[in-house]
Every structure is written in structure tokens, then in C-alpha cells.
């Protein structure tokens, strides 16, 4: 078993109701801005092979996997079967609401990387689904996690809405850490600095986090 990162108290959401009544209908949208796309669209191209057999964990419509590049199985999981078959990247996928059951219905070591874009903020018991995301990855495999600054604050946990941006990433890299088969992640930042005035008319970027590890090979 992981270690306990957070305590029950900050594993809550504001809205209780049951996650697949939450996500019950699609959102075809883009949840970051044009910027960050191609920063996790660059990360993946510097971490992940072609050939690699990839999970998109909490996935939608969109699995920013660089275009030029093939793939071989990647696997979709998410909580919208509409959002998941529009995906045109995945080769097949499953709906599961990882805050009722951690457990993967995968077999252990038949990945290569796993990716979870911008969707963290809604797990519930992080510690367990990063150790059952470690037990699908292959020796030597990469568990890559991203986010920014937006949410649906009514499902994100009190210890996502408490904190800030580089809060959050400690945060993250405390689920790896939990997790034993993890080594160390390694973190990346990219926090555009805005002038006040242009922040004030909404025109600042999104904030790009990333955390990532590997499983011990």
C-alpha cells in the first residue's frame, strides 16, 4: 500500500455527488489555453517512443499526443463514453470513476507511459491510483502528470482549492512519493510572467506544471 499523503478532511469535494452524475454529459471543449497544449504536447514528445504502449488516464476528447508521431496501443480511460470516442488517438477505452475504485482493469506491465493531463485535482485517493498506475507500467516506464491553474472547483479536493500553483505541485510530487515503485520525479514550471494590466483583462496564459517519474526499472 502507498503512503497516506492527505488526511480525510482534504480528500473532500464541495459538490458529494457521485462523479458519473458530475461528468453525465460531454464537454467537447479545450479545459487549457493554445500554450500550454504545446508545452504538454512537447513534454510527451521529449518522454515518450514511438512504438510506446500509452494509458491516457482521465482522458477526454483530446490526448495532446504529438500528431507525427505513432503509437501502439493507447488505452483511454475517463468518465464520458462520448468524450472517449471522439478521441481519435485511442485504440480503446474504459469508463471508471477512480474515486469509487483505484484498482486499473489492466493487466500489470503492459504499458510503457501513462499520462494525466490537467485532471489530477479530482482524485480523491491520488496515493492509491499512483501506485495502480505504477503496477500497469512496465519496468522503466513514465507516469507523466500535468495541470494548470484552472478546475471545476465543486469536484477538485480542499487540498487542490487551498492551495497555490507551486502547492500543488509539491503536492503531486508527494503522490509519487508515496508510491515506492516511483524514483524520485522530477518537476517542471513554466509560469509566463504578465503585466497587471493584461492580467486584468484576462489575458494572462495559463500556467504550465508538470511532475513525472519513472517506474524502477
Known sequence: MPDSVL?????TQQDERPDRSFYQEPRLVQHVDEQFRECLTDLYRQHLRAGDDVLDVMSSWVSHLPEEREFGRVAGHGMNEDELAANDRLT????QDLNETQCLPLETASFDAAL??????????AEQVFADVARVLRPG???IVSFSNRMFAQKAIRA???????GRLRLVERYFEAVEAFQGPATVRESPSVPPTQRFLGGAPDPFY???ARTQG
Open 116 to 125: 494525466c493531463a490537467v485532471s489530477v485535482q479530482y482524485l480523491q485517493r
Open 92 to 95: 480503446g477505452s474504459f469508463v
Open 7 to 11: 488526511s480525510e478532511a482534504e480528500r
Open 160 to 166: 487542490w482549492r487551498t492551495a497555490a500553483g507551486p
Open 210 to 212: 508538470a511532475a513525472y
Open 141 to 143: 516506464g513514465i507516469f
